[in-house]
C-alpha cells in the first residue's frame, strides 16, 4: 500500500515539473501565474500523499498551511496595477 | 481491511489521472481562460480524490476532518483565484497591459 502512494508521490512530482514547462514558455503573465497555482496545489497534493509514506501525520498540518497561503498569491498578483491609475 | 485498501488504491489511481490530464490540459490548451478550467476543475478533483483514498487507507475522524478543511480551502481560493484571473484576462488592465 506504502508504494502506492510513493509512486504517486513521483508522479505529482513530475506534473509539478511539467508545470514549469508552462512558466517559461507562456505568452502572458497570467499564463505563468496560473502555473504557479498548479504548483501551488501540486504541491498539497505531493504532502498529503507523502502523509502514510514518510509516517509523519503533521504533513497534513503543513498542507492546510499552504492552502491558506495560495490564495494570496493570486490575489496579489491580479491586484496590481500600472502606476499611473488609481485603482 | 481488504476491501478499503483496494478502494484507496482506485481512489488514488482515479485522482493522479486527473491531476495529469489537468496539467497535459494546462500545457496543450490553446487560450488562457481555457487552461484555467482545466487548471481549477480537474486539479481541483485530483486533490479531492487523493484526499478521499488517503482517508480510505487509514480512516480516523480527525484527519477526515482535517482533509475536509483543506478541501474547502483549495476550492474557495481556486474559485476566487478563477474569477480574479479571468477578469484580469478579459479586461487586460493588468501592469503590462496583458
Known amino acids: 500500500m506504502n508504494e502506492l502512494f510513493a509512486v504517486a508521490a513521483l ?4 506534473t509539478l515539473g511539467a508545470g514549469l514547462v508552462r512558466v517559461v514558455i507562456g505568452p502572458t503573465p497570467t499564463d505563468r501565474l496560473m502555473a504557479a497555482q498548479l504548483m501551488g496545489t501540486t504541491g498539497i497534493a505531493t ?3 507523502l502523509v502514510p509514506v514518510l509516517r509523519a501525520p503533521a504533513l497534513v498540518d503543513v498542507a492546510l498551511v499552504f492552502a491558506l497561503l495560495a490564495a494570496v498569491a493570486a490575489a496579489a498578483f491580479t491586484r496590481r496595477r500600472r502606476p499611473a491609475e488609481e485603482n | 481491511m481488504a476491501v478499503l485498501d483496494g478502494l484507496a488504491a482506485a481512489l488514488i489511481l482515479a485522482g493522479l489521472f486527473f491531476f495529469v490530464a489537468g496539467t497535459v490540459g ?3 490548451l490553446p487560450d488562457a481562460l481555457s487552461r484555467l478550467h482545466a487548471l481549477t476543475k480537474a486539479d481541483n478533483l485530483g486533490l479531492f480524490l487523493l484526499a478521499l483514498g488517503l482517508l480510505a ?3 480516523e475522524p480527525f484527519l477526515g476532518l482535517k482533509l475536509l478543511l483543506i478541501w474547502l480551502l483549495v476550492m474557495a481560493a481556486a474559485a476566487t483565484g478563477a474569477h480574479l484571473i479571468a477578469k484580469r484576462a478579459v479586461r487586460g488592465d493588468g ?3 496583458s
Open chain 1, 47 to 49: 504532502l498529503l500523499v
Open chain 1, 11 to 14: 508522479v505529482l512530482l513530475f
Open chain 2, 95 to 97: 501592469e503590462d497591459g
Open chain 2, 26 to 28: 494546462l500545457l496543450r
Open chain 2, 57 to 59: 487507507a487509514n480512516p
